[in-house]
Nanobody
Framework: QLQASGGGLVQTGGSLRLSCAAS?????????VAWFRQTPGKEREFVSV????????LYADFVKGRFTISRDSARNTVNLQMNSLKPEDTAAYYC????????????????????WGQGTLVTVSS
């Protein structure tokens, strides 16, 4: 199971840190975990992924340079540090894991992720 946390209300230019905690025996380092986001009436969109077992990290173009994904082995979490937040970043953010590793655009596919955490709401005020 995955549990997302860390959302909240922040002003434009502010920062938030989201956390996705994984339960079970598998180390977070072995898992491929991604963050997606969704706003009402729109499809869920890829934000970032940390590919398991030493794989790459990838970011959507609209968050490059502002968001950083990282793992915390001690806490078995994957975190998303979000800086320089904009009103258009307002969304429900979801973490998800998939059974296999991915490369490139294959990581963006929502349907390839089989376990999802509950959403955590991020609101950026202008």
């Amino acid at each position: 199971q995955l549990q997302a946390s860390g959302g909240g209300l922040v002003q434009t230019g502010g920062s938030l840190r989201l956390s996705c905690a994984a339960s079970g025996r598998t180390s977070i380092n072995q898992l491929t975990v991604a963050w997606f986001r969704q706003t009402p009436g729109k499809e869920r969109e890829f934000v970032s992924v940390a590919v398991g077992s030493g794989g790459n990290v990838l970011y959507a173009d609209f968050v490059k340079g502002r968001f950083t994904i990282s793992r915390d082995s001690a806490r078995n979490t994957v975190n998303l540090q979000m800086n320089s937040l904009k009103p258009e970043d307002t969304a429900a953010y979801y973490c998800a894991k998939r059974r296999n590793r991915c490369v490139g655009s294959a990581c963006y596919n929502v349907d390839a992720y089989d376990v999802w955490g509950q959403g955590t709401l991020v609101t950026v005020s202008s």
